[in-house]
């Protein structure tokens, strides 16, 4: 089945930090272009940060900038979100999302075509 | 960074009953636009691409239509299960993606 699996999240307190994990099966994981999305509660949908499926470009939302790293371990199918310094207005849901890719023409469409169930992050005191 | 204005933010309709939700971009973004479909409990899932085309798996009843700064999703009749709330969002110009705030369409 071709699925995403995010874990990790957690209650952490305000500076704490915390590592999100996306475990990746029934795909060719290293093909692909993903993303960490999250949406606060009762919130609309936020971008967080993206990484090429080689690692060559990464990038992030100005909220999270110097406090959030991506990484990818292709050999291992999983992509990592390493989040520090934490915030209160970082609570929300994070999800893994994957970028649509058409492999007839070797192309990406910059949307999301498969998402995790996401994790819950909470950072509260 | 690019903004999108989704209109109604709450919609209120019948099944059976033909749904249209707008999404109005602060610049051109050509035609990159895609719209998405989040029910409670759930993540996201995409529904229309590059602004009108069905993503795998979606049904007929769901098209897209619009370029530049305006685009519309429509929903030809209403089925029990299109009662969600509905994201637009944007490829043309990023990092970073944007997405709009998002329609509710409920059972009127």
């Known amino acids: 089945e071709v699925q995403l699996v995010e874990s990790g999240g957690g209650l952490v307190k305000p500076g704490g930090s915390l590592r999100l994990s996306c475990a990746a099966s029934?795909?060719?994981?290293?093909?692909?272009?993903m993303n960490w999305v999250r949406q606060a509660p009762g919130k609309g949908l936020e971008w967080v940060s993206y990484?090429?499926?080689?690692?060559?470009?990464?990038y992030y939302a100005d909220s999270v900038r110097g406090r959030f790293t991506i990484s990818r371990d292709n050999a291992k199918n999983s992509l990592y979100l390493q989040m520090n310094s934490l915030r209160a207005e970082d609570t929300a849901v994070y999800y893994c999302?994957?970028?649509?890719?058409?492999?007839?023409?070797?192309?990406?469409?910059?949307?999301?075509?498969?998402w995790g169930r996401g994790t819950l992050v909470t950072v509260s005191s | 960074e690019i903004v999108l204005t989704q209109s109604p933010a709450t919609l209120s309709l019948s099944p059976g009953e033909r749904a249209t939700l707008s999404c109005r971009a602060s610049q051109s973004v050509s035609s990159y636009l895609a719209w998405y479909q989040q029910k409670p409990g759930q993540a996201p899932r995409l529904l229309i691409y590059d602004a009108s085309n069905r993503a795998t798996g979606i049904p007929a009843r769901f098209s897209g239509s619009g370029s530049g700064t305006d685009f519309t999703l429509t929903i030809s009749s209403l089925e029990p299960e299109d009662f969600a709330v509905y994201y637009c969002?944007?490829?043309?110009?990023?990092?970073?993606?944007?997405f709009g705030q998002g329609t509710k369409l409920e059972i009127k």
């Open positions: 990484i090429s499926s080689a690692t060559s470009y990464i």
């Open positions: 999302a994957r970028v649509l890719y058409d492999s007839s023409a070797n192309y990406n469409h910059w949307y999301f075509d498969l």
């Open positions: 969002q944007q490829s043309d110009n990023w990092p970073p993606y944007t």
């Open positions: 029934g795909f060719s994981f290293s093909t692909y272009n």
